[in-house]
């Protein structure tokens, strides 16, 4: 069976700062893929960052990246520079084959 | 750009009421799935597709159920609306195949039965 852990499910962050978001993950399967997905209060879920399981290299989107930790089963979103705009709902999520697994979510608000 | 719409961003619906939910997408894509979404819970699979006319149950079926008749539309329908299937519903699709396929999310409908 396929988990998905967020343990924070509250975080604050003063606005220029940085903070890290935690997952951790569990699934059997050698290929899967993982992603941070955003929701803003009471707009769409978008997709923050994705990472390959076999690829070693961190991923990073601009202010975002991740720290992928394999054999821990971690992976861990960094925003830097923290904008108003991060102001969200933050899902890990695991996905293997069709299927998404998702974590129950941090909520992040950005102070200014 | 790829859209998922779904038919109402806010539905409030009486006990015992037959409820259906949208959901459409323009991207070609094969799968299609319908999440609740509850506080400290997450997002929880209710059932999915992977083309038409097929479904798969996912994790909280019970009370639900779905229909595909073409492959840019899925539809949640709840026989008999109860109290507590008051919650965010979220429609989201994907490409069908072993290589990673972000899903693409709609707006969600905020559902409150009374």
């Known amino acids: 069976a396929q988990t998905v852990t967020q343990s924070q499910p509250e975080m604050s962050v003063q606005e220029a700062e940085t903070v890290t978001l935690s997952c951790t993950y569990d699934t059997s399967e050698n290929n899967y893929y993982l992603f941070w997905y955003k929701q803003p209060p009471s707009r769409q879920m978008i997709l923050v960052i994705r990472?390959?399981?076999?690829?070693?290299q961190n991923a990073t989107e601009n202010r975002f990246s991740v720290n992928f930790q394999k054999a821990a089963k971690s992976f861990s979103l960094k925003i830097s520079d923290s904008q108003l705009g991060d102001t969200a709902m933050y899902f890990c999520?695991?996905?293997?084959?069709?299927?998404?697994?998702f974590g129950t979510g941090t909520s992040l608000t950005v102070i200014p | 750009d790829v859209k998922v719409t779904q038919s109402s961003r806010y539905l409030v619906k009486r006990t015992g009421e037959k409820v259906f939910l949208e959901c459409v997408q323009d991207m070609d894509h094969e799968n299609m799935f319908w999440y609740r979404q509850d506080p400290g819970l997450g997002l929880r699979l209710i059932y999915f597709?992977?083309?038409?006319?097929?479904?798969e149950k996912g994790d909280i079926p019970e009370g639900y159920s779905v229909s595909r008749e073409k492959k840019e539309r899925f539809s949640l329908i709840l026989e008999s609306a109860s109290t507590n299937q008051t919650s965010m519903y979220l429609c989201?699709?994907?490409?069908?195949?072993?290589?990673?396929?972000?899903?693409?999310f709609g707006p969600g409908t905020r559902l409150t039965v009374l």
């Open positions: 990472q390959e399981a076999y690829k070693q």
């Open positions: 999520a695991l996905n293997t084959g069709n299927q998404f697994y």
């Open positions: 597709s992977y083309d038409v006319k097929m479904k």
């Open positions: 989201a699709s994907s490409l069908y195949g072993r290589d990673y396929n972000e899903q693409f």
